[in-house]
């Protein structure tokens, strides 16, 4: 079956570093998404990768391992606007988004 | 502003009760979805029509009937619902259904059914 996994939770301290973590299963594979989502509010777009490597926009950036089925998004110089849930989705072949449940980020000050 | 809009954002309904959703999106896009977004699980894809025509059911009980009357447009007519429906309604849109397009989603509506 097709599988998104994230951590649930994840605390950080505001001004720090976090890596919220990705792992997928699909079939077929033709990139991944993160999205941001405040409470309730929309999901917006972060960012799209379909080759392995880094991407940097800002203080966001995400990476992708195709071979290790992993991603990661990194928030650097976190604010505490930052506080929201982090949805990763994997692209399948047929073009279908795979949805993981989310990874709920709390910033302390 | 996303581009995309949903009304109600809240609505409270009677299992017998009948309600429509509805969504519009300025953006000029092809493809609309309906998802339903329950506490602490993965975004449920329900409905996607593409250039108005719905290309995707995912064995969504039929109490729930999407409607396209064109690309901007799309309704979610719901008919005897059950207290297991009450979640989080998000309408999203892209260029197109096939390729890496990213989704702009609506604020959502949030359901209650008693």
């Known amino acids: 079956g097709q599988n998104i996994d994230q951590p649930t939770e994840m605390t950080a301290t505001e001004g720090a570093i976090v890596q919220i973590n990705c792992t997928y299963q699909?079939?077929?594979?033709?990139?991944l998404f993160w999205y941001q989502q405040h409470a309730g509010e929309a999901p917006t777009f972060l960012s799209y990768?379909?080759l392995d490597g880094l991407e940097e926009k800002g203080r966001f950036s995400s990476f992708l391992s195709r071979s290790k089925g992993y991603s990661y998004l990194l928030l650097k110089e976190l604010q505490m606007k930052d506080s929201a849930s982090y949805l990763c989705?994997?692209?399948?072949?047929?073009?279908?988004?795979?949805w993981g449940a989310g990874t709920k980020l709390i910033i302390k000050p | 502003e996303t581009g995309v809009t949903q009304t109600p954002r809240h609505l409270v309904m009677g299992m017998t009760n009948k309600k429509s959703l509805k969504c519009e999106q300025h953006?000029?896009?092809?493809?609309m979805y309906w998802y339903k977004q329950s506490a602490k699980k993965p975004l449920e894809l329900m409905f996607v029509?593409?250039?108005?025509?719905?290309?995707e059911n995912n064995s969504v009980p039929s109490r729930f009937s999407p409607e396209c009357p064109n690309s901007s447009h799309l309704f979610l007519h719901l008919h005897t619902l059950q207290p297991e429906d009450s979640a989080l309604y998000l309408c999203?849109?892209?260029?197109?259904?096939?390729?890496?397009?990213?989704?702009?989603f609506g604020p959502g509506t949030r359901l209650t059914v008693t």
């Open positions: 699909t079939s077929g594979f033709n990139g």
């Open positions: 029509y593409n250039f108005k025509e719905q290309t």
């Open positions: 989705a994997a692209l399948d072949s047929n073009y279908q988004l795979i």
């Open positions: 990768n379909v």
């Open positions: 953006l000029g896009h092809n493809a």
């Open positions: 999203a849109s892209s260029q197109d259904v096939a390729g890496s397009y990213e989704q702009y």
